[in-house]
């Protein structure tokens, strides 16, 4: 089974400021791992993912997240916030085959001020 | 290429009556997964359907169920309603369950409210 846990319910930073949203998971198997994030009263959009290859990610709207299989971690990062990066992120791990589901972290909501 | 359409948006049901969810998957995918997400519990998984069947299940009582039709659509259905099931239903397809490394393609949700 999978599990993830991501790091800080809130995190808050000013625009122009680096974003880092932590994300650590547990997995008996080299997972697949994705982040999403939601805006209010919206689905879940995948910003990027890590299946196979090489271990830094880059994404949508200048994310980019590095899976470290010693340290189990996809952290996700952004140089440079901006205002409409305001939203909830969370992290999700799947099992690579078979009938595995994504498990979800709890989730973080990135404020960003001026 | 029409994304996941969830309907309704909005919901508001009595304690103890029933409800049914439904859900339109993009073009072409055939897995359909459903999830409850609250404030208190996350993103907590229920059911993912492929070709009519339902290849997996969470942990939530028999009050909730669902059904894939042979169009892949789907609904999901929560009888005797209880306030805790206020929640988004959030539902996502993917091609086939296998598809790992494909990602889910998330719908905008329904949002219940028990009252």
């Known amino acids: 089974a999978q599990s993830v846990t991501q790091l800080g319910s809130h995190v808050s930073v000013s625009e122009g400021a680096l974003v880092l949203l932590r994300c650590n998971y547990s997995s008996s198997v080299p997972p697949y791992l994705f982040w999403y994030v939601q805006y209010p009263n919206q689905g879940l959009q995948l910003l990027l993912k890590?299946?196979?290859?090489?271990?830094l990610v880059k994404g949508i709207n200048g994310f980019e997240a590095e899976f470290k299989k010693s340290e189990t971690s996809f952290h996700l990062t952004k140089p440079s916030a901006h205002m409409s990066d305001a939203a909830e992120y969370f992290c999700?791990?799947?099992?690579?085959?078979?009938?595995?589901?994504?498990?979800f972290g709890k989730g973080t909501m990135l404020l960003v001020s001026p | 290429k029409a994304g996941v359409t969830q309907t309704p948006r909005y919901l508001i049901k009595t304690r103890g009556q029933q409800v049914t969810l439904s859900c339109s998957p993009i073009?072409?995918?055939?897995?359909v997964s459903w999830y409850q997400q609250t404030p208190g519990q996350g993103l907590q998984f229920l059911f993912e359907y492929f070709s009519e069947t339902q290849r997996n299940k969470g942990n939530f009582p028999g009050r909730f169920s669902g059904r894939q039709f042979s169009n892949s659509r789907s609904e999901m259905n929560v009888s005797t309603l209880e306030l805790g099931d206020s929640a988004l239903y959030l539902c996502a397809s993917s091609p086939e369950p296998q598809t790992r490394n494909y990602g889910y393609t998330f719908g905008s949700g329904t949002r219940l409210t028990v009252v």
């Open positions: 890590y299946t196979t290859g090489a271990t």
């Open positions: 999700a791990v799947s099992a690579p085959s078979g009938y595995s589901t994504l498990t």
């Open positions: 073009s072409g995918h055939r897995s």
